[in-house]
T-cell receptor, first 116, second 113 residues
Framework: DTGVSQDPRHKITKRGQNVTFRCDPI?????LYWYRQTLGQGPEFLTY????????KSRLLSDRFSAERPKGSFSTLEIQRTEQGDSAMYLC??????????????FGPGTRLTVL | AQSVTQPDIHITVSEGASLELRCNYS??????LFWYVQSPGQGLQLLLK??????LVQGIKGFEAEFKRSQSSFNLRKPSVHWSDAAEYFC???????????FGSGTRLQVQP
């Protein structure tokens, strides 16, 4: 099965360090989403890509956050100068097609970030 | 802006009992509504969705949900809960302008033997 995969599954870092997460979507899915989920909350939208184009960014995505999807396949999410408030589960999802709501989003298992 | 509220943070039911998880939405037009389940170590899995038409929607794993416009609700139900249903359940609405999902804060379901 080639579901959505994320790497690493867990990351512990010290405040001020940079971290990078990777997401591999389901093959041929042209939409890719990043969400953040803090403890006791539902996922919150961060950004999404249509192929390699980043089409939408949430206000949650501060200047310290950057996401890329260089070839329209895998995506990376980098957080610079991490803060303790960045501690959360970072979820990636992908979907096929262009119609947005009509195409199911398939979620990966997430990367849990702990900032000490 | 579209939003969903899940009033119950935590629910405990006995195995074999019926289940209803509440979800209220805020949106002027007909919303696109979803229920997802999240088990520990697993990704979010779509249980069911409502776009239009029949207000009673059937999903996977024996779940169903009913869209009630008059109550702005989309409650999830299951007639007989199994121990494997213990998980966190999220209601979500499609946010048209953002073209992404907006999730509620979730309801954690515990199943007693």
């Amino acid at each position: 099965d080639t579901g959505v995969s994320q790497d690493p599954r867990h990351k512990i870092t010290k405040r001020g360090q940079n971290v990078t997460f990777r997401c591999d979507p389901i093959s041929e899915h042209n939409r890719l989403y990043w969400y953040r989920q803090t403890l006791g909350q539902g996922p919150e939208f961060l950004t999404y890509f249509q192929n390699e184009a980043q089409l939408e960014k949430s206000r949650l995505l501060s200047d310290r956050f950057s996401a890329e999807r260089p070839k329209g396949s895998f995506s990376t999410l980098e957080i610079q100068r991490t803060e303790q408030g960045d501690s959360a589960m970072y979820l990636c999802a992908s979907s096929e097609g262009l119609a947005g709501v009509y195409n199911e989003q398939f979620f990966g298992p997430g990367t849990r970030l702990t900032v000490l | 802006a579209q939003s969903v509220t899940q009033p119950d943070i935590h629910i405990t039911v006995s195995e074999g009992a019926s289940l209803e998880l509440r979800c209220n939405y805020s949106y002027g037009a007909t919303p696109y509504l979803f229920w997802y389940v999240q088990s520990p170590g697993q990704g979010l899995q779509l249980l069911l969705k409502y776009f239009s038409g029949d207000t009673l929607v059937q999903g996977i794993k024996g779940f169903e949900a009913e869209f009630k416009r008059s109550q702005s609700s989309f409650n999830l139900r299951k007639p007989s809960v199994h121990w494997s249903d213990a998980a966190e359940y999220f209601c979500a609405v499609w946010t048209t302008g953002r073209r992404a999902l907006t999730f509620g804060s979730g309801t954690r379901l515990q199943v007693q033997p």
